[in-house]
């Protein structure tokens, strides 16, 4: 995927442009090329980019420690403030009230927009915090000592000094 010089984007039908998406995101360990359609749109002073898809990625229950697939659905988008330099974007938020929920980045009007990067970092915000392989999951139950032992070697030299110790 290309960056986009975002003057172009003025050039399409209704100032948008559709990208149809099928491919693996490379910074992000999928089990499956994402699927879906990104829809960037050049607003005068800022971009408006939205996105629709799924993926399959592989997680770590955070409960059991075991692998399981995850289907990750991606709807969201985002407005992205157009200027002519960074810099004036800090004097015109002084000036004039903007609600900031609304623009969370700025790009200059006649520079690049990423949109593999973009997609990468709301697909990685859309991985959840809590991992659970299921609602019924369980935390593993102990092991006794002698298998605990065999199991945790690195902790074998702990153990021997922790007998040497005086009681």
Same mark, same amino acid.
């Given at each position: 995927?290309? +960056?986009?010089?975002?003057?172009?984007?003025?050039? @399409?039908? !209704?100032?948008? !442009? $559709?990208?149809?998406?099928?491919? @693996?995101?490379?910074?992000?360990?999928?089990? &499956?090329?994402?699927?879906?359609?990104?829809?960037?749109?050049?607003?005068? &002073?800022?971009?408006?980019?939205?996105?629709?898809?799924? $993926?399959?990625?592989?997680?770590?229950?955070?409960?059991?420690?075991?692998?399981?697939? %995850?289907?990750?659905?991606?709807? $969201?988008?985002?407005?992205?403030?157009?200027? +002519?330099?960074?810099?004036?974007?800090?004097?015109?938020? !002084?000036?004039?009230?903007?609600?900031?929920?609304? @623009?969370?980045?700025?790009?200059?009007?006649?520079? %690049?927009?990423?949109?593999?990067?973009?997609?990468?970092?709301?697909?990685?915000?859309?991985?959840?915090?809590? =991992?659970?392989?299921?609602?019924?999951?369980?935390?593993?139950?102990?092991?006794?000592?002698?298998?605990?032992?065999?199991?945790?070697? %690195?902790? =074998?030299?702990?153990?021997?000094?922790?007998? +040497?110790?005086?009681?």
């Amino acid at each position: 995927m290309k +960056k986009i010089y975002i003057p172009h984007v003025l050039q @399409f039908s !209704q100032k948008t !442009q $559709t990208i149809i998406l099928d491919n @693996f995101i490379t910074e992000l360990v999928t089990l &499956t090329p994402f699927r879906g359609v990104m829809m960037i749109r050049h607003g005068g &002073t800022f971009l408006e980019i939205s996105i629709e898809g799924e $993926t399959i990625i592989n997680l770590i229950c955070d409960r059991c420690l075991q692998q399981y697939n %995850y289907r990750l659905n991606l709807k $969201t988008f985002e407005n992205i403030w157009l200027n +002519k330099s960074s810099n004036s974007h800090q004097k015109f938020i !002084q000036e004039k009230e903007l609600i900031v929920e609304d @623009f969370s980045e700025t790009l200059s009007s006649e520079g %690049y927009f990423d949109p593999k990067v973009w997609m990468y970092e709301q697909l990685s915000l859309s991985v959840p915090l809590r =991992k659970l392989c299921s609602n019924n999951c369980q935390i593993p139950v102990s092991i006794d000592k002698k298998s605990s032992i065999s199991i945790n070697n %690195y902790w =074998k030299g702990l153990e021997n000094f922790k007998k +040497k110790l005086p009681k």
